[in-house]
């Protein structure tokens, strides 16, 4: 609701503001509340393999959001994809090859019970996230609504659905 607002009083661009008040208390709640066992060593980081995640990561962002805005795939954006792909595929070799030390140990996807519940995950957030997406673009300009009352609507059809399935025991 505070970001339909924000959209509609000050601007799209106000909603990252809601991030900082969130971020500095995780930060400062990472600082109060997170030790360390006594006699541990505190785990190496990997900061190759966070590099390489993120900037492989952007490289596909970047690359995708040039073929959504040109309406074809301009040469840069096939350049970023495949970039991003290369740097991604380094990224899972060194993580594989750094064992234990690896920001994301390649021995959790052995487990299929973790694979099928990382596929799962991504496929049930995919399609909220397209959900949460179209919703307003549907609302707004189709049917007149503004960008708060847009996200009145869905957050509505959000605890109607959890009524729903309390009513029937499923959650």
């Known amino acids: 609701m505070l970001g339909g607002w924000l959209i509609d009083a000050v ?6 503001y809601i991030s900082l008040p969130i971020a500095a ?3 400062f709640m990472a600082w109060r509340f997170v030790t360390l066992k006594k006699g541990s060593k505190p785990t190496p980081l990997d ?3 966070a590099v390489l995640a993120s900037l492989g990561l952007a490289c596909l962002t970047w690359g995708l959001a040039e073929v959504s805005a040109e ?10 994809l495949a970039a991003g792909l290369v740097i991604l595929g380094t990224f899972l070799w060194i993580e594989r090859r750094a064992g234990e030390r690896a920001m994301l140990p390649m021995k959790l996807f052995a487990a299929s019970s973790f694979s099928g519940l990382n596929l ?5 957030y995919g399609a909220l996230g397209a959900l949460m997406l179209l919703v307003p673009i549907v609302l707004i ?5 503004s960008m708060l009352s847009s996200v009145d609507e869905r957050h509505t059809g959000i605890a109607s659905g959890f009524n729903s399935a309390v009513a029937r025991g499923g959650a």
């Open 11 to 16: 601007g799209w661009r106000a909603i990252f």
């Open 25 to 27: 208390l995780a930060m």
């Open 47 to 49: 900061p190759l393999g």
């Open 71 to 80: 309406k074809h795939l301009p040469p840069w954006a096939g350049i970023a």
């Open 120 to 124: 799962m995950t991504f496929l049930l």
């Open 141 to 145: 300009p189709a049917l007149g609504y």
